[in-house]
């Protein structure tokens, strides 16, 4: 049975790091892309990062990109998400996602791919909630 288990948030203060963690269990990452998404309250789920397993290649939103590191280990099936430099705005439930790529692969990570995951991805947990607050 394909599961995605997301942990590691918290409460943070503003500047400051979390480091949140999803482990798949039921398929190895191969050929998958796997991406991170929040949900800020009373609003819509978003992408935040995406990597493609394969290659290590990434993505990341403009709202964090030099804040926020998708990584991935293979060995132990489980994606990261460095979060640092935290703002109030990054507060929300986030998690993550996985989507099995053509056999010719996924190519490069792109905004394409992360919101193709968002729209078609239908298997979400319950998520990692993330408050940043003094």
């Known amino acids: 049975q394909v599961q995605l288990v997301e942990s590691g948030g918290g409460l943070a203060q503003p500047g400051g790091s979390l480091r949140l963690s999803c482990a798949a269990s039921?398929?190895?990452?191969?050929?998958?892309?796997i991406g991170w998404f929040r949900q800020p309250p009373g609003k819509e789920r978003e992408g935040v990062a995406l990597i493609i397993a394969s290659d290590g290649d990434t993505y990341h939103v403009d709202s964090v990109k030099g804040r926020f590191t998708i990584s991935r280990d293979n060995a132990k099936n489980t994606v990261y998400l460095q979060m640092n430099s935290l703002i109030p705005e990054d507060t929300a439930v986030y998690f993550c996602a996985a989507q099995a790529g053509p056999a010719t692969g996924w190519g490069r990570a792109t905004a394409n791919v992360l919101s193709y995951i968002l729209h078609e991805y239908g298997s979400w947990g319950s998520g990692t909630q993330v408050t940043v607050s003094s």
């Open positions: 039921g398929f190895t990452f191969d050929n998958y892309a």
